[in-house]
């Protein structure tokens, strides 16, 4: 596509569900990354992966997270037993080798 | 000390006026500077990459200072649609992930 798509755009759920990101990134990107904004706060780095691997994943907050990229084109952002604190914007970006970022617009994710 | 540090504002500035903005970052290693602008409620978006020389883009003029780790970002003749948060954002040395600053929120009174 021709920018970075997230879906969905909003997310409401209750604390301790299971929900799923979703990143679909520009085509012949291969780098994505995962970055997660509180209001007020820059966005703090999550997980990059190159391809289909996660090649850094030292931004994750705990093991309620987790994200794969099984074919190295969408990908999809994982948390279990969500918490309050976990409510946030998440961020996926995409880039070619060498170049900068592109967001897309992101999916703010409420957990009440 | 967090990567990367940024006076959070806000400025308020008449239009017309030039504001500049400034950050600093703490690991002298990294190679890769931006500023990246974001809307209220919108992703962040590219606003210029920081070279060593210095670049100009138009009203925008990015600064890097090695010696003392600190960019900055010069706007001049400030219009209302400059009204956003300016984030200041530096690779992670050996990384291909980038930190970002907490953000400098400008916003242009008419």
């Known amino acids: 596509g021709a920018g970075v798509s997230q879906t969905p755009s909003n997310k409401v759920t209750e604390k301790g569900k299971y929900v799923e990101l979703r990143c679909d990134p520009i085509?012949?990107?291969?780098?994505l990354y995962w970055y997660r904004q509180s209001l007020g706060q820059g966005p703090e780095f999550l997980i990059y992966?190159?391809?289909?691997?996660?090649?850094?994943d030292s931004g994750l907050p705990n093991d309620r997270f987790f994200a794969v990229r099984p074919e190295g084109s969408v990908s999809t952002l994982k948390i279990q037993r969500t918490e309050r604190g976990d409510s946030a914007m998440y961020l996926c970006?995409?880039?070619?080798?060498?170049?900068?970022?592109?967001f897309g617009s992101g999916t703010r994710l409420t957990v009440v | 000390r967090k990567e990367v540090e940024q006076d959070p504002g806000p400025f308020n500035v008449p239009e017309g006026a030039t504001v500049a903005f400034n950050c600093t970052y703490s690991n002298s290693a990294s190679q890769s500077f931006f500023w990246y602008r974001q809307d209220c409620r919108k992703e962040p978006k590219l606003l210029m990459s920081v070279y060593s020389s210095g670049n100009e883009d138009g009203r925008f003029t990015a600064q890097l200072n090695r010696a003392s780790q600190y960019i900055s970002l010069l706007i001049r003749d400030s219009k209302l649609s400059d009204s956003a948060t300016y984030l200041c954002?530096?690779?992670?040395?050996?990384?291909?992930?980038?930190?970002f600053g907490t953000g400098t929120r400008l916003t242009v009174i008419p």
């Open positions: 970006a995409s880039s070619r080798e060498g170049t900068g970022y592109t």
């Open positions: 954002v530096v690779n992670r040395p050996g990384a291909n992930n980038l930190f």
């Open positions: 085509s012949g990107h291969t780098a």
């Open positions: 992966f190159q391809g289909t691997g996660a090649a850094d």
